[in-house]
């Protein structure tokens, strides 16, 4: 089977656009990612990664007086600096509206 030039030319573009539209189509819908962010359970989170070391009621380590945005940004990068480290949960998979969460969960412990 020969293929003309202008044939060629109609698969070669068949064969980018069709992988693109099914991209589009069958990725992750943003109501799918709003979901798994609503699912997020900031108590559980708390209890099982953070409560070792803030304590059960977030009493230790921890300046439940600073912005919103440092705490989210110290929960997503870590701190490295002595003599109080912390990993980054964003490594560990964290998205920023989980870290505003777990930020809202701590402060509510702290009133």
Do not use: W
């Not at 990725?27 to 209890?47: H, I, L, M, N, V």
């Not at 070792?52 to 945005?69: E, N």
């Amino acid at each position: 089977m020969k293929l003309s030039m202008n044939n060629l030319k109609k698969l070669s573009i068949a064969f980018v656009i069709l992988p693109l539209l099914a991209l589009v189509l069958l990725g992750p819908s943003p109501r799918a990612t709003r979901a798994a962010a609503d699912d997020f359970d900031a108590a559980a989170t708390f209890k099982a990664k953070c409560a070792m070391c803030h304590g059960a009621d977030a009493s230790k380590k921890l300046d439940a007086t600073k912005a919103d945005d440092v705490l989210v940004e110290t929960v997503l990068k870590g701190r490295d600096a002595a003599p109080i480290k912390m990993p980054s949960y964003e490594a560990k998979g964290m998205t920023a509206d989980q870290a505003k969460a777990l930020v809202a969960y701590v402060k509510s412990l702290k009133k």
